[in-house]
């Protein structure tokens, strides 16, 4: 079955999450005569609903904070739960109830909800919360709330690494939470491909997940872990803060990719963008916009349907031509969408890995462009007939050579009544939009690193300072060159 549980952890990753869920909704088909790109067996679970109906739900488990669900509720109409009057009846005496107001839902919600078209495309003023403009029902044991931090809370913010480790022991210790959230999904696959993440890299979320990981590599040594490490914008971060979070992801990377597969960080350019791409930095719905659709099309080939003629590609596999090594557990994404994705020949346009952007006048040497691995996905409208170049591109690398796998296909992006106008291209076809992924392990991950060790130095505990200068080094050290690890580059401590 080639089966991918999903693991979503925080505000963020649940707004990324929501439009890649909303993206393989839309990829279903309803007709006999029309087939899908996409095997949905490996994203969604067949189960039963209360009412004995058939469903199809995502097998994902979402966490989120106090407040964090929105609109959203636990039980939805396929597993309707008894009314809470009647749970009430059934307790001796009299209890007294006291409920908060719960929040409506928004317009686009109600028309969802009511079968119906909405009335008009979302704007960035109407999306308060993720689930706002989710189009997909989940399990009702998919969603776990958290109600020891409150989303947004100024009096006790969830912001620091440490509060996110904290939180996790807490609450493995009291509930045994891997087991009672995560568990009952595993044990509903046939044959498990491997597992992914969608989590902050840089707040109290990167702690909970370098913990969460940590179980989840106890319970499935052998099983390809995939990360997408997310991280917010910082323009209009006050400096502390912007420090506080430079110091989270580098802690947050230090224990993921620890226990990852492949971790790919991910988080909007703050410089200029391509003609074409539009960002509101302030909107967590136009943010995740982008970043899905970087992580979805990057992943599209670990869900393609085999129809005989490809070979199935797993995400062990994408990890593996990455890897090469064995210790390359990071990887570098780029991404052109619309007119630029067409132009295959050409190096992807906007560079999507902001970890530890290097100083200017840092020096490159010779292993800033040397790449172990590329993996590249093509969607574009004549993908499906470059089969005999993908596959001449996919044949056995010689040793030491880079390791590159191209994969193309037809299937467009598409662009749903969700989705906010980013892209703000002059095509024939505007609901769907050409794109081009490229992820790679290369030599800039060396000076990443040496980078990111610099600027943390003042931000880290004492006692944590030097296990995380020869985390980072170690990890860095992996995409060196033999030739040039003796060079001149400076690699003073912490």
């Known amino acids: 079955m080639r089966e991918i549980v999903t693991l979503q952890l925080g505000s963020l990753s649940n707004y990324v999450a929501t439009h890649f869920w909303n993206t393989q909704e839309s990829y279903f088909t309803y007709s006999e005569d029309e087939k899908s790109h996409v095997d949905h067996n490996v994203h969604f679970r067949a189960g039963v609903g209360e009412d004995g109906s058939d469903t199809f739900l995502p097998r994902t488990v979402v966490y989120d904070l106090k407040g964090g669900f929105g609109s959203l509720r636990k039980m939805n109409p396929m597993y309707d739960a008894r009314s809470e ?43 308060r919360y993720w689930s706002d403009f989710s189009r997909v029902y989940y399990h009702p044991k998919s969603l776990v709330q958290l109600y020891d931090f409150e989303l947004h809370s100024s009096i006790m913010p969830f912001e620091r690494h440490s509060m996110g480790t904290e939180l996790f022991a807490s609450l493995e210790k009291q509930d045994e939470i891997v087991d009672r959230d995560w568990r009952p999904f595993v044990e509903e696959c046939d044959q498990m491909q491997g597992i992914q993440v969608y989590t902050t890299l840089d707040d109290a979320w990167g702690g909970f997940a370098g913990s969460y990981l940590e179980a989840l590599r106890d319970e499935h040594p052998k099983t390809c872990i995939w990360v997408w490490g997310l991280q917010s914008p910082t323009s209009t971060v006050a400096r502390e803060k912007r420090r506080l979070r430079l110091a989270n992801t580098a802690l947050s990377l230090n224990e993921v990719c620890a226990q990852a597969s492949m971790v790919v960080p991910l988080a909007v350019p703050e410089g200029r963008l391509p003609n074409g791409v539009g960002m509101d930095y302030t909107s967590a719905w136009n943010v995740s916009a982008l970043l899905s659709t970087a992580a979805e099309s990057a992943s599209l080939p670990s869900r393609r349907r085999l129809d005989g003629t490809s070979q199935p590609v797993s995400l062990a596999d994408m990890a593996e031509c990455l890897n090469v090594s064995g210790r390359q557990t990071l990887a570098n994404m780029r991404m052109s969408v619309g007119p630029a994705a067409l132009e295959s020949g050409e190096r ?18 010779s292993s800033s462009s040397r790449a172990f691995g590329r993996l590249s996905g093509m969607r574009r409208p ?66 990443k690193m040496k980078d990111l060790r610099s600027r943390v130095a003042l931000s880290i505990p004492l006692e944590d300072r030097e296990n995380l200068a020869n985390g980072l080094a170690e990890l860095g050290a992996a995409y060196e060159d033999d030739w040039s690890s003796g060079s001149d580059l400076d690699d003073d401590d912490l």
């Open 382 to 447: 004549d993908g499906s007939s470059n089969e005999n170049d993908e596959s001449a591109a996919n044949q056995r690398p010689i040793i030491g050579n880079t390791v590159v796998r191209n994969y193309e296909t037809s299937l467009l992006y598409p662009l749903l009544d969700s989705f906010p106008s980013i892209y703000n291209y002059d095509v024939e076809d505007a609901n769907n939009i050409a794109v081009y992924t490229s992820l790679a392990s290369d030599g800039s991950i060396v000076y």
């Open 348 to 365: 992807p346009d906007m560079d999507l890995s902001q970890i530890g952007s290097l100083k200017d006048g840092l020096k490159t040497g």
């Open 85 to 127: 009057d009647a749970a009430v009846a059934s307790l001796h005496g009299k209890p007294a109830v006291h409920k908060e107001n719960a929040v409506s839902a928004i317009d686009y919600q109600k028309a969802l909800d009511a079968g119906i078209q909405p009335a008009s495309k979302l704007a960035a003023s109407d999306v």
